[in-house]
């Protein structure tokens, strides 16, 4: 019985067979030929794998920045807290969060067959990091196994039914369909953006409608506009701590100026592919999940990963990331200055982009370019008071975890889980 759970928990980990089978069970449902069951089924498993490649391609980018902003604000030691590790809870804690994963499946499964809440979250690895991070709260309560076990089941099927549903009105603005909803830790920070975006943004122009020269015109290309952006941050980043100091801080072999043009190549490339995966993927998954709606849970729709919005809103997405890096880094100086956290904060350049790069197609949706813009500035600031408020909760177990990957909904529910599992006897 372990082996067949252990084996189903794999699939759901891996995106690309998760849905891969989520495209087959609807072509099937929908009575398609062998070939079109076949090529459907391929591509959407295809589209996944090269959406996958081209986010790793992206993290890898961005990732030695946060060092170099480490050493840009003189931070020597980024160490927040003693804590058991990712690795330490996932061997630990690895069938609880399992079993938690599964079950809260099963309830959206349930509670989309039955109630008008109409989405099923397949956002597949974001169904193993939610149960993790509620995992993690529970042991920091004191949980019994079983405690454990019914905590993490509850608060995960509440996440994946909740978060998606409040971001729904806000994606339809941005895709002008109901044909999917997002399923990804973006919400709290998207509805921040949307929310701003209706209140100080202008809903005439909108940040895929910026002009360029003719002579400039080849910056229309987001390839070729996110790599000169992403060479521009590194650029920035060296100049000001020094040339020296940032070939050593971002692990650079080369010349710095020629690593800065390599990292925002690698970072266009990356963009590329990703939205390449994109639209592969959509084009199959989308009619495929109709047989399942059809057959089985009538009017539903799939919520899906974060980077499925950004071929809506490509300059929007960069515009989130530097306005969110900008506004973030200087919170964390602020708060650093007036001693608000007694633990160090450091630049989380992923949630910036993905989760804030979100944000800020969200609030082009609802304001125009000052959407995005005002509420990428605020969504970077509220992202390190999230990690502040979350680190103390996590902190003899996750806390080097959710300071890397915070910032977003993981902070602000384990935030929220920490007052349910006080309820709990012993908790």
């Given at each position: 019985m372990q082996?067949?759970?252990?084996f189903f928990i ?6 690309a067979i998760f849905?891969g089978?989520i495209a087959?069970?609807?072509l099937l449902?929908l009575?398609k030929?062998?070939?079109s069951?076949?090529?459907?089924t391929?591509?959407?498993v295809?589209?996944?794998?090269i959406?996958t490649q081209?986010t790793?391609?992206l993290?890898?980018s961005i990732?030695?920045?946060t060092?170099?902003?480490?050493v840009?604000?003189d ?7 003693p ?6 809870i ?5 069938t ?5 994963m599964l079950?809260?499946f099963?309830?959206?499964l349930l ?7 109409k989405h ?5 690895h974001?169904?193993f990091?939610?149960?993790f991070?509620?995992v993690?709260v529970g042991v920091?309560n004191?949980l019994?196994?079983t405690?454990?076990i019914?905590?993490?089941s509850i608060?995960?099927?509440l996440?994946?039914?909740i978060?998606?549903?409040?971001l ?5 603005k941005?895709?002008g369909?109901d044909?999917?909803?997002?399923g990804h ?6 509805l921040?953006a949307?929310w701003?975006?209706?209140?100080f ?6 940040s895929?409608?910026i ?7 080849f910056?229309?290309?987001?390839s070729?506009?996110s790599s ?12 000001i701590i020094g040339f020296?100091?940032a070939?050593?801080a ?7 100026v020629?690593y ?13 592919v ?6 592969m ?11 399942i709606?059809q ?8 919520a899906l990963d974060a980077?499925?919005?950004?071929p809506?809103?490509?300059?929007a997405?960069?515009i989130g990331?530097i ?9 964390i ?7 608000v ?6 630049p989380?350049?992923i ?5 804030i790069g ?5 609030g082009?949706g609802t304001?125009g370019?000052?959407g995005?813009i005002a509420?990428s500035a605020v969504?970077g600031?509220v992202?390190i ?7 103390p909760?996590?902190?003899?177990t996750?806390?080097?975890?959710i300071?890397i990957?915070?910032g ?5 529910w384990a935030f929220?889980?920490d007052l349910?599992a ?6």
């Open positions: 082996e067949v759970m252990n794999e699939i759901i980990r891996e995106p849905l089978l087959l069970t609807g449902l009575k030929d062998f070939s069951i076949v090529s459907g391929a591509k959407t295809i589209g996944v794998v959406l081209g790793n391609i993290m890898s990732a030695p920045l060092e170099g902003f480490n840009m604000y931070i020597d030691n980024p160490e927040v807290a804590a058991l590790g990712a690795d330490t996932l061997s630990q804690y690895g609880q969060i399992g079993i938690a079950a809260a099963v309830i959206n509670v989309a067959r039955f109630t008008p809440i099923v979250f397949l956002t597949g974001m169904l990091w939610f149960p991070i509620f993690a920091e004191a019994s196994n405690q454990l019914l905590f993490a608060m995960t099927a996440y994946i039914i978060a998606p549903a409040l729904r009105p806000f994606v339809r941005v895709t369909s044909d999917f909803i997002i830790p973006t919400t709290i920070l998207s921040i949307g701003v975006g209706m209140l943004g202008t809903k005439g122009k909108s895929e409608d002009k360029f020269p003719k002579s400039t015109e910056l229309r290309e987001i070729i506009t000169i952006t992403m060479f521009l941050v590194y650029i920035v980043v060296s100049m020296e100091t070939s050593v971002f692990g650079a072999d080369q010349n710095i020629i800065s043009v390599m990292q925002g190549i690698l970072f266009g490339a990356g963009l590329t990703l939205l390449l995966g994109v639209r993927m959509l084009a199959e998954i989308i009619p495929a999940f109709q047989g709606s057959k089985w849970i009538p009017n539903a729709v799939p980077p499925i919005l950004f809506f809103a490509p300059n997405v960069l990331f306005v969110s890096m900008v506004t973030s880094v200087a919170t100086f602020l708060t650093g200055s007036l001693g956290f007694s633990f160090v904060i450091v989380l350049t949630t910036c982009f993905f989760e979100t944000a800020a197609i969200i082009n304001g370019l000052k995005a509420g969504a600031v992202m008071f999230l990690v502040g408020i979350s680190v909760i996590l902190s003899g996750a806390a080097d975890w300071v990957f915070g977003n909904d993981f902070s602000l929220l889980g349910v006080k309820i709990f006897p012993g908790g």
